[in-house]
């Protein structure tokens, strides 16, 4: 494919129209914008991709823009507020995130450096006064890679959030979020889009995926079908699924996992030559890659189950392979050795443990 010369698509919607899904949220925030009752904490929670951060950076154009009132969720796209808040450059427009070679939101990011504690950072930032108009939005991104000491340093922020601003953290999932963190937010679930918002939602991320070549490949709607289901509605599994990159590993994959005694040999072939396909040496892509097979696997083993329950039997080591998959999830965002993993998991499934045996690394 040869490469583009026109802009990406943007990261997210311009206007709330755009907004796939979510209109209960929508309303929610725009009752409680009018009402001036917006919470000074918000946690907003869901799969990846469902499209949290796009909610929240509208919420921000919403706040920020100088030419429509808040209370219209209209921001007008053209101001120069408006165009800070898309480019990620207004002054009063807070983002930390969990930088991609670390496993965790670094404490300096929440509280500054050693030398510069209280003095900067994402709790120092969030209490200056706005530079450019009434008030500020922090954007607190990958929430579920908090630590308790980490998540400890915004109890008191989130308590008592200064009154010109809105702090909104962003994670996949409540139980991923230290109760303390919990208690002092007002939550809002985001429900993966089904059907055909499910798959325009899925179009938009694919045409952000293949934004730098000039003729992407189509795809149907029961290609966007298919990868939502084995994403369990998680886009950016999805995404990689639809892309075409990945149709080839799921059919060899699938019939390891179809059959009664996994080789573990090819399964770990399978997987290995999916992850060097993702990347060679990128760490972050080929652990995205290793989260693809994952979720081909756990769909596979799920369906498996419900099959057997319509009989009425329990298959124990199905049970136990979708219970060790599960496993894997978590031991790639500790930032297991992917090659020790990999083989460990191959030799489980075979022998169908959960590998309780303790964490990879």
Not at 132 to 141: I, N, S, T
Not at 184 to 200: A, I, K
Not at 254 to 274: M, W, Y
Request: aromatic residues 4%; glycine residues 6%; hydrophobic residues 40%.
């Amino acid at each position: 494919m040869a490469k583009s010369s026109a802009p990406p698509p943007p990261p997210f919607p311009a206007t709330w129209n755009q907004l796939i899904g979510h209109d209960w949220i929508r309303s929610a925030l725009q009752i409680a914008i009018r009402k001036g009752r917006l919470a000074g904490s918000m946690l907003f929670v869901g799969s990846p991709g469902v499209g949290k951060t796009a909610t929240a950076m509208l919420v921000a154009q919403t706040i920020l823009c100088q030419r429509n009132s808040s209370r219209d969720m209209n921001p007008c796209g053209t101001c120069p507020d408006c165009v800070q808040v898309r480019a990620g450059t207004h002054p009063d427009l807070i983002q930390v995130s969990k930088p991609a070679d670390r496993t965790l939101i670094p404490l300096e990011a929440l509280i500054g450096p050693v030398d510069a504690r209280l003095q900067e950072g994402f709790c120092h930032d969030v209490h200056l006064r706005p530079m450019q108009g009434p008030r500020k939005v922090a954007l607190l991104h990958d929430a579920d890679f908090l630590n308790e000491e980490g998540a400890n340093c915004l109890l008191k922020t989130l308590e008592e959030p200064p009154s010109n601003a809105l702090i909104i953290l962003i994670g996949t999932s409540e139980q991923k979020q230290l109760p303390t963190i919990r208690s002092r937010c007002q939550t809002m679930r985001f429900v993966s889009p089904t059907g055909e918002d499910g798959r325009r939602l899925l179009r938009e991320h694919l045409a952000r995926f293949h934004a730098d070549v000039d003729d992407p490949p189509s795809v149907t709607d029961e290609t966007l079908n298919d990868a939502l289901e084995l994403s369990a509605g998680d886009f950016h599994v999805a995404t990689r699924l639809a892309s075409g990159q990945s149709g080839e590993l799921r059919n060899q994959f699938l019939a390891q996992l179809s059959t009664s005694v996994p080789d573990p040999v090819v399964v770990a072939r399978c997987i290995n030559e999916h992850l060097d396909a993702a990347s060679k040496k990128e760490a972050p892509l080929r652990r995205a890659a290793f989260r693809d097979v994952c979720a081909i696997a756990v769909q596979h083993y799920r369906g498996q189950l419900r099959a057997s329950a319509q009989q009425g039997r329990f298959e124990v080591e199905t049970q136990n392979r979708l219970d060790r998959t599960l496993r894997v999830f978590r031991e790639i965002d500790r930032s297991a050795n992917l090659n020790t993993l990999v083989d460990c998991y191959a030799a489980d499934l075979t022998l169908a443990t959960t590998g309780d045996r303790g964490a990879i690394g």
